[in-house]
């Protein structure tokens, strides 16, 4: 799939994405974290002994792959103005590879739909 340059370029202004994966319980688990956004894909993921034991990796590791984020913002307040981008997609097992955080375990999440609101 495909990313409008108006969406592309609000991704790439942002820092924070929500994303959410599903535990072996069917616990849905979401948390705030920086991302990366290549132009196709998105990587999320950090440095240190830490990150191999955090919810979002063990919840892909068990063979949830299958994951969703919400990269938002508030434009306005008075008028209330939100944009967000809404995305499904698939999570491939983590890697090494020089990240956003530096060198260390990344999740890319290749995206399978989306949607999107006020990004004009």
Do not use: C, H
């Not at 920086?34 to 894909?41: L, S």
């Amino acid at each position: 799939m495909s990313f409008t340059d108006e969406e592309v370029a609000y991704l790439r202004s942002q820092p924070i994405a929500r994303v959410a994966t599903v535990g072996a319980d069917g616990q849905p688990d979401v948390v705030p974290l920086a991302f990366e956004f290549d132009g196709t894909d998105f990587w999320v993921g950090g440095s240190g002994p830490s990150v191999t034991g955090t919810r979002k990796f063990r919840n892909i590791r068990s063979g949830n792959d299958k994951v969703s984020l919400v990269v938002d913002d508030l434009v306005s307040f008075e008028p209330f103005v939100a944009r967000s981008i809404r995305v499904y997609g698939t999570a491939d097992q983590p890697v090494e590879r020089d990240g956003m955080v530096g060198p260390g375990l990344y999740v890319r999440i290749a995206p399978t739909i989306s949607w999107s609101w006020n990004m004009a």
